[in-house]
């Protein structure tokens, strides 16, 4: 069993960053890949990033590539997404994943992922 709380949502202006976290519990978390996925009003979940249970791999949407960064600490059992130069179209709610079948796939599916946060929400006015 895995739960996940996300914080640090808000709202921002253009132009600004964010940091967002995950805390996770559950003796899987360790070995399970990590993501950020994120859901706008009236639109379907989408993939934001992920990370390999090492952090030795991270894979980002093409949206996100370049102001967005994905890392974890596993002492701290966080997952982290730190977003720069954010944009009105990166409002939505903000979700952490974890799949546990296998930490060393950067999936990209929601349907993919077991674990999910409750989220947190993301506002960027222009």
């Known amino acids: 069993q895995v739960q996940l709380v996300e914080s640090g949502g808000g709202l921002v202006h253009a132009g600004d960053s964010l940091r967002l976290s995950c805390v996770g519990s559950g003796y899987m978390l360790k070995i399970s890949t990590l993501a950020w996925f994120r859901q706008a009003p009236g639109k379907e979940r989408e993939f934001v990033g992920a990370?390999?249970?090492?952090?030795?791999?991270?894979k980002y949407a093409d949206s996100v590539k370049g102001r967005f960064t994905i890392s974890r600490d596993d002492a701290e059992s966080a997952l982290y997404l730190q977003m720069n130069n954010l944009k009105p179209e990166d409002t939505a709610f903000y979700y952490c994943?974890?799949?546990?079948?296998?930490?060393?796939?950067?999936?990209?599916?929601?349907?993919?992922?077991?674990?999910w946060g409750q989220g947190t929400q993301v506002t960027v006015s222009s």
């Open positions: 990370i390999t249970w090492n952090g030795g791999r991270t």
């Open positions: 994943a974890a799949d546990i079948r296998d930490g060393t796939q950067l999936r990209s599916y929601s349907y993919e992922y077991e674990y």
